[in-house]
Structure formats: C-alpha cells, structure tokens
C-alpha cells in the first residue's frame, strides 16, 4: 500500500492548495492525478474544491472508487478488489491505493 502524506500549503490568492508526498515508484504522476482528482471533486476533507488537475481518466478512476466505497465499505479490502469493482480493462496503477488510504483514515467525504 502506498503511504500518503498529506501537505496544506497557504498560497497568495488561493484558499488551500493540496501538496501531496507519495512515496516514489513507478506510477507517481498518475498516483498524484487520481489524488488532485478527488480534491478537485470535493471528496477529501480538509481540501477546498478548486481546479488541481486536466487528467480525465485517473480522476474518473479515482472518483468512481471513492463512490463505491461510500456504497460498499468492504471493497477497501485490497486495491485489486476495488479496481475489479469499477470495470476497467486496465491494470491499474496505484489509483487504488491512493483512494483506499484516504478511505481508511477517514479523509474521503461521504
């Protein structure tokens, strides 16, 4: 699993912008997509909505998971699981991960 450290910075004419630290892999830009994605959604708590990311995919990735743990608690039991549960003829690359440590430490907004 991947570990999220999340970051609030204050920045001159904006409310919070999210900064997020993941640990480095292969993968690490598409990781910080699907997080940017949530936040701009309004699913992290803490994390104002604003405009964080031009990704389409990984943010719908990550948002349709979001969504279905708000539905279905038990699929946070591996990300596989919940990549499984979206449907997509893809492997994924750590989206998962991403929206199941938010889930777990209860960072997700239902």
């Known amino acids: 699993m991947i ?3 999340l970051l609030i910075h204050e920045k001159p004419g ?3 912008l999210p900064k ?3 640990r480095e892999q292969a ?3 598409i990781v910080r997509v699907a997080l940017l994605g949530l936040c701009e959604e309004g699913f992290v708590r803490g994390i ?3 405009k964080y990311t031009n990704s389409l995919d990984n943010k719908a ?3 349709q998971a979001a969504a279905l743990l708000v539905k279905d608690p038990t699929l946070s039991q591996s990300p596989s699981t919940l ?3 979206i449907n997509i003829q893809k492997s994924h690359n750590s989206q998962m991960d991403v929206v199941i ?3 777990e430490n209860k960072l997700i907004l239902k």
Do not use: D, E, P
């Open 20 to 22: 997020y630290l993941v």
């Open 101 to 103: 440590s938010l889930w």
């Open 14 to 16: 904006r409310r919070h």
């Open 27 to 29: 993968g690490i830009r």
């Open 83 to 85: 990549w499984k549960a």
């Open 3 to 5: 570990q999220i450290k």
């Open 61 to 63: 990735y990550a948002l």
């Open 48 to 50: 104002t909505r604003g």
